[in-house]
Structures are given as structure tokens and as C-alpha cells.
């Protein structure tokens, strides 16, 4: 089958592989019709060593179930399910407090000898506890906003639970990125009245807009941190959320959060080291949170609004490619001329 591997920084090829079989009783065979390209891909993309032999590439997909282990029951061949972008078992300590990107026998696609998601198909272990069927078929209209639940929706979900948006909130979201957008989606459905949006992109802010953003910040930095206050009283955001992972967001959140605030923080990383003494979290009673999201938890809370059309998170996706031009997404994306990218099968 062809999947997508990357090499090294900047080299992204579609390959051959050998096609995944059925490896545990509890696994299911998935055909993928909708993958993405993540922003946490471009980490990578940017910065990767070379790796002869690759590494396969992708986290998020929607596909049909074509084969089951004869202990899965959850879902069977024909059926379209997600896949989220951890997969668990669902019976451990962890997975029964719903922090399945912890669990013990748990894992990552493209990690671990389990393939990526930007490929013709996947071995899903765990497929009962992993896998959540949705009710409309490949041709669906739906797929792109089902994929969303796969990762970005989720994760913008996360951050605003975990920042602990309800009604009346005041929240800042720093990142215009598919992730910052979906977590102003995220808290406009948890009540936030005012949420501020701190990206610089036209059109992605536009979009932002659209899902409740109040007000948009395109300064960054120290004039980026005033104009929030300003827009707060002079006291800053009650919840920040950084959707970017790199550090000069991080220090963006230190600056616009309030005493006693939150910043939930669900970028991933890019850093180490991050100010959390006496001048930046301890004296102001300031609550770091975050990490990565266990979507699986929130799935059938954020299906329903998918299937109505309630919310429509795949707007997203603002390009389309082909398997075959999974390397173009990737350089479009990296060129930030698409937000995000839908791979089709």
C-alpha cells in the first residue's frame, strides 16, 4: 500500500510498505478515506535528522473498518469510525479517568511499529476502546468535521476544559493555527462572553470570528500583551490558552493571564525551559495546565454537534490533496499558505 514518510527535515515521500494485517485478536484493519497534516507535523518537517529508513507520518484519519480480530465487538467491517490520535485500551486506571493518551498498554500512531494515518490503511489495536463508529457512511458530506474529532476539535476542547472556561469566561487564545481556532469554538460553546483571539492572519482570524471570537489581536509580543490588557481592565485574561508551542507564546500567556488565572497550554512544546518562579506563575497564583488532549474522552460529547450541523469544525480545512500529494500539503502548510490540509484517499 502507499504511505506517507519522512526522511528528514523537509523530505516527505509517499512509499510503498507492506500492507497491515491483523497482528492481535483485538485489532481492526481500517482503510483510511480522510487523513490531515497537524501542525505538530511541521516540528519535523522544519527540524528532523535524517533517517534512512523514515518514519511514518499522520495522526488523524477517518476510515471504513474492512477486518476485526475475533475479540473486537465494538465495531465491525463496513462500518466508518474514527480513529483518535492516541490509541488505548480502556480498561486501565488512567483510561477509566479518561486520560487515555496516559494509558499503560496505549500508544501513538506512527510510533511503536504501529503505521501513521496518512496512508491507505491502519492496524488499530485496541480497536473496541480506540475506535468510535459514526453513523453516516464514506460519502458523507461530514467526513472533514468527524476528522476534527480525530485531534484539532478535541484538543481545542482540552485546553478550554482544562483552563476551566464556563459562562461568563473571559478568554484569551494565543494561535490563529486550526488548534487556536477550534479552542474559540470550544469556548464559545462552554459560555465564554469574551474571548480574545491573539493571531495575525487575516483570514484565519476571520474565521475565528466566525466560531466567537470578540475581539482579534495581531500584535505580538509586549504590544501584543498591552493591547490585551487593555481590552481586560488592565488585569489580563482570567483563561489563557496557547495553541502554539513555542515559547514566545508561552511568555505571551504569562504576560496577558490575571492573578489567580489559568493557562492552559496544549501547543506542543518546543522548548524545555519556560518561566514558572516568583515573577511569572508562584507570586500571582497563577495555574499552569494543559498537555496532550485524550480526545477519545470527548468524542460522543462533540459527535452529536458534528452530526446536526450545530458546529462545523471542518471549516479548517482551507486545501485538498491527494495521497499521492501529501509532500505538497506538507510544504503549504510550512509555507503558511494553508491552515490545514485534508489528505483524501
Known amino acids: 500500500m502507499k504511505a506517507t514518510y519522512m526522511f528528514g527535515a523537509g523530505d516527505v515521500r509517499v512509499v510503498d510498505v507492506p500492507d497491515p494485517v491483523i497482528h492481535r485478536p483485538t485489532d481492526a484493519l481500517v482503510r483510511v478515506v480522510r487523513a490531515c497534516v497537524c501542525g505538530t507535523d511541521l516540528h519535523p518537517f522544519h527540524a528532523m535528522r535524517t533517517v534512512p529508513e523514515g518514519i511514518p507520518m499522520g495522526h488523524e484519519f477517518v476510515g471504513v473498518v474492512e477486518e476485526v480480530g475475533g475479540e473486537v465487538s465494538a465495531v465491525t467491517p463496513g462500518d466508518l469510525v474514527i480513529a483518535p490520535f492516541a490509541w488505548s485500551d480502556g480498561t486501565c486506571e488512567f483510561c477509566r479517568e479518561g486520560l487515555y493518551t496516559s494509558c499503560r498498554y496505549g500508544g501513538f500512531w506512527a510510533a511503536g511499529g504501529i503505521g501513521g494515518g496518512q496512508a491507505e490503511a491502519v492496524r488499530v489495536p485496541f480497536a473496541d476502546a480506540t475506535l468510535v463508529k459514526a453513523p453516516v457512511g464514506e460519502d458523507s458530506d461530514l467526513l472533514a468535521s468527524l476528522l476534527t474529532l480525530s485531534d484539532v476539535y478535541g484538543t481545542g476542547y482540552h485546553a478550554a476544559i482544562r483552563g476551566g472556561v464556563t459562562d461568563g469566561s473571559t478568554v484569551t487564545v494565543i494561535g490563529d493555527g486550526a488548534v487556536g481556532l477550534l479552542a474559540v469554538l ?21 474565521l475565528g470570528r466566525e466560531f466567537g471570537a470578540t475581539d482579534v489581536v495581531a500584535e505580538r509580543g509586549p504590544e501584543g500583551v498591552e493591547r490585551v490588557r487593555e481590552l481586560t481592565g488592565g488585569h489580563g485574561s482570567r483563561v489563557v490558552i496557547e495553541a502554539v508551542g513555542h515559547l514566545p507564546a508561552y511568555e505571551q500567556a504569562v504576560g496577558v493571564v490575571r492573578p489567580g488565572g489559568v493557562i492552559s497550554r496544549v501547543g506542543l512544546p518546543q522548548y524545555e525551559q519556560a518561566p514558572i518562579g516568583p515573577g511569572s506563575l508562584f507570586r500571582p497564583n497563577i495555574t499552569l495546565t494543559g498537555g496532550p488532549a485524550p480526545v477519545r474522552a470527548y468524542i460522543e460529547t462533540l459527535l452529536p454537534g458534528v452530526l446536526d450541523g450545530t458546529v462545523e469544525p471542518g471549516r479548517v480545512f482551507d486545501r485538498e490533496v491527494g495521497l499521492e500529494d501529501t509532500p505538497k500539503g506538507y510544504r503549504e502548510m510550512a509555507e503558511r499558505t494553508a491552515l490545514k490540509v485534508l489528505i483524501t484517499s
Do not use: P
Request: aromatic share 0%; net charge positive.
Open 186 to 206: 470550544s469556548a464559545r460553546q462552554l459560555g465564554a462572553e469574551r474571548i480574545i483571539l491573539m493571531g495575525h492572519h487575516r483570514v484565519r482570524t476571520d
